[in-house]
């Protein structure tokens, strides 16, 4: 069969054979056991209803087997036998644009050079899945192939659910991901209920199916890694050898942890970073993310001193346990300019962060088969690791939090991660990068995380398209406030020195921050050139880590201090407005980045196809998507957010956004 009929037979009508477990393919961990006897049994009867009742005697024990040896039903072998990556769009299937569009992005995030488990169809952060299984996504994409500009294919955790009337400005997909009754949002409620086949964890874009590999976040954290040097006296140097040599310590070579030692070599500084995943370890420095790999401290000490003599920009991996390199750094009186963690601490007991002292190997027989114990060498190294962190602060290190839930479950590991004077909103000794960084500087002012696909596939039509982006923002700097210069500024370098960077993993993707005004005039100039047959049909997208998608009290929102942090009004109210004001497809969530029951986030992709209604929804989308989270911000009486919302009304009169009084507070 072609790749076109494989995608549209959807759940074969014979069975395939069965597919030998490649060991050599990055798998995920083996989840613990929390299933009854009775809910096994319930969670075989969930997968056996997408087949045929004349192959349940054959799949049941394939299936029972699976779920004791590995916690889940994948359902390895509906796995296609078709290479797995984002084609050109005309490659497709299908009767709409728009879903083939859908169909590309969707293999994109399970790309074995973009996810990080492929054959689980996890695509970052241990538990991000675009689906719980292999017959959710061969039935999905059948759907997809089906479908026309007047349906909409509704999306429950994973499972397409159907197509639906609806009409040609209605988004064409709607996603939702974990949504569950505020009481059932527990870490071992998700265990429960994914492996029952009922739920999933979507994490951000994975389940959005707008991830773009490392480069999705790369921007953001070179922002904030060139931010903190900033904050700390140093010089950024964008690529070069930098005036000072800035020491970056963190963790994590995962699929948004490994950008990190791309955006350090981007900054200008000499970039640690400990893994204790030796396959990702060896894949991001194929990919040249990182630039060598240590295994003995002692190498890395040495190596880490030339670096500073030398006034190298390197990035080092080491691939171990972070703890020891903090604790060996101190030791060893090794100053740490800035220091992070980017472990996948929202999933702690679940493969996301490895206790010190023992092997990778061996931590992950013992999350699956002594949980307890596991939890218990976790918060002990978590103890450790917040001590150890602490010696180099007092030594005049900086430290963030990386968005990942270190401080909060440091915290309720019992570490020393607590502020002697807490205040609402910063009860921690340390810092979220949201607080002083992103949230501050970038989010107020409705600067965030846009992204676009080329659908052709062509390293050529990216070119161009970076060629637009950076000629829109030269002319959009000519007459910005001095209040987002820096963020401007910062954005055109990035830009022209995209190409040179290597960013590309999987599709032909780009990222960078902007605002509503360069988002929309950027959008609308891609369009204008598709409409010229400059380049091929455009995706838009974001990461939900952005001004108004995600409500996430310790990360996106940890710079709100009205008490707000804890609402999901804004997330909510984005997914529903961009449904309605023309986006292809959206998507909420329940999780993502901070862990499940700690945030709720949505997001969204548009095709630009160069048509008269691609430009009328992208005018009246992107502008919502960004200031609903501008007023909800200026709300929190955020002063740039207060400036950049009467920014808007001033250029849009149909805008009128309730502003604070603020209060003297001498009446107190």
């Known amino acids: 069969m072609t790749f076109q009929q494989q995608i549209q037979q959807g759940i074969p009508t014979e069975l395939p054979q069965p597919k030998p477990y490649e060991t050599q393919i990055n798998h995920a961990p083996k989840r613990k056991e929390i299933l009854s ?43 296609p036998d078709y290479e797995m990556k984002a084609r050109d769009i005309a490659e497709y299937p299908g009767k709409s644009e728009q879903a083939k569009a859908i169909m590309l992005m969707i293999q994109n995030n399970l790309d074995y050079a973009v996810a990080q488990h492929p054959h689980e169809l996890i695509t970052y952060g241990g538990n991000g899945a675009v689906f719980s299984n292999w017959a959710q996504y061969l039935l999905t994409m059948k759907y997809l192939s089906e479908m026309t500009d007047e349906q909409t294919l509704t999306m429950y955790s994973g499972h397409p659910m159907g197509l639906f009337p609806s009409h040609k400005d209605a988004p064409r997909v709607v996603v939702t991901n974990g949504m569950m009754i505020p009481n059932y949002s527990k870490p071992d409620d998700w265990e429960k209920f994914n492996a029952l086949g009922v739920s999933q964890y979507g994490q951000m874009t994975a389940g959005s199916y707008m991830y773009i590999g490392p480069q999705g976040i790369v921007h953001g954290t070179t922002i904030t890694i060139l931010n903190a040097m900033r904050k700390i006296g140093k010089s950024p140097s964008f690529g070069g050898v930098g005036e000072d040599s800035v020491l970056f310590v963190t963790s994590g070579l995962g699929g948004m ?123 002990k190294t978590l103890r450790r690791h917040a001590s150890a962190i602490n010696k180099h602060t007092a030594k005049g290190t900086y430290f963030f939090d990386y968005g990942n839930a270190f401080l909060l479950e440091a915290s309720r590991a019992g570490a020393d991660v607590m502020s002697d004077n807490p205040t609402i909103g910063r009860e921690f000794k340390y810092p979220s990068y949201v607080q002083d960084i992103m949230g501050p500087m970038c989010f107020d002012y409705g600067f965030g995380p846009f992204r676009w696909v080329c659908t052709s596939g062509k390293p050529e039509d990216l070119q161009k398209t970076d060629d637009i982006a950076c000629a829109v923002l030269e002319e959009m700097i000519k007459t910005s406030p001095e209040e987002i210069q820096q963020q401007m500024k910062d954005n055109i370098t990035w830009i022209k020195g995209a190409q040179e960077n290597n960013l590309v993993v999987g599709s032909q993707a780009r990222i960078l921050y902007a ?41 996106e929102t940890s710079n709100i201090y009205d008490g707000s942090r804890f609402t999901a009004d804004m997330a909510i109210h984005n997914v529903i407005g961009d449904s309605f004001r023309g986006a292809t497809w959206v998507s909420i969530h329940n999780g993502g980045g901070v862990g499940w029951g700690e945030v709720i986030n949505g997001g969204f992709g548009m095709l630009l196809d160069g048509s008269d209604d691609a430009d009328r929804r992208l005018k009246s989308m992107l502008f919502w998507d960004v200031n609903n989270g501008i007023s909800r911000r200026s709300w929190a009486r955020n002063e740039g957010a207060v400036f950049a919302i009467k920014r808007a009304m001033e250029a849009e009169p149909n805008l009128k956004v309730t502003l604070p009084n603020f209060v003297d507070e001498s009446l107190f």
């Open 37 to 79: 006897e009775e809910e096994k049994k319930l969670a075989l009867k969930n997968a056996l209803r997408y087949f045929e009742p004349k192959f349940h005697a054959e799949l049941l024990p394939e299936f029972r087997e699976e779920l004791e040896k590995y916690g889940r039903i994948y359902m390895y072998r509906f796995r």
């Open 257 to 379: 942890s490994g950008a990190q030692p791309k955006a350090g070599n981007i900054a200008g500084c000499i970039t640690v970073i400990a893994e204790v995943n030796p396959k990702i370890t060896k894949i991001r420095h194929e990919q040249k993310w990182v630039n060598e790999i240590h295994e003995n401290l002692d190498e890395l000490v040495a190596r880490v001193r030339k670096a500073q003599e030398n006034q190298e920009t390197v990035s080092l991996a080491y691939l171990g346990n972070i703890v020891d390199i903090w604790e060996k750094f101190d030791e060893e009186n090794l100053r740490i300019d800035i220091g992070s963690d980017q472990t996948s601490l929202h999933n702690p007991w679940a493969g996301g962060y490895y206790p010190v002292g023992q092997t990778f190997e061996e931590s992950n027989t013992m999350m699956a088969e002594n949980p307890e114990l596991f939890k218990e060498k976790v918060q």
């Open 515 to 555: 605002d509503a005004e360069g988002r929309m005039k950027i959008a609308e100039a891609f369009n204008k050139a598709i409409a010229n047959e400059e380049i091929g049909a455009v995706v838009l997208g974001r990461d939900h880590h952005d001004v108004s998608g995600t409500d996430s009290p310790y990360r």
